[in-house]
């Protein structure tokens, strides 16, 4: 069975960077779609970008031109390089196929504040 494991968020302020790291174990997912996810509090889960197995990315209008999604097959992870951090990407991020298929890990928590 396939576990995704996040890491790499933390407390930074507006304007500043982090970037997250997603670990899959279990299966070799360099076949599929792989996306990074987000999620505040009372918000649905929603997806900010993701990146075929070709190197194909996308992103949702609110982080184009901030964030940006790579991969490296060859370890089963993929990253998500967050600049420009605005307060409204204040959320717990998580990563999955997508379409998703797999459980969900348990997030990292990213809190852009001054």
């Known amino acids: 069975q396939v576990q995704l494991a996040e890491s790499g968020g933390g407390l930074v302020q507006p304007g500043g960077s982090l970037r997250l790291s997603c670990a899959a174990s279990?299966?070799?997912?360099?076949?599929?779609?792989m996306g990074w996810y987000r999620q505040a509090p009372g918000n649905q889960r929603e997806l900010v970008a993701h990146i075929t197995r070709g190197g194909r990315t996308h992103y949702a209008d609110s982080v184009t031109g901030r964030f940006t999604i790579s991969r490296d097959n060859a370890k089963n992870t993929v990253y998500l390089q967050m600049n420009s951090l605005k307060p409204e990407d204040t959320a717990v991020y998580y990563c999955n196929t997508n379409p998703i298929i797999l459980s969900w890990g348990q997030g990292t928590q990213v809190t852009v504040s001054s």
């Open positions: 279990g299966s070799d997912f360099s076949i599929a779609t």
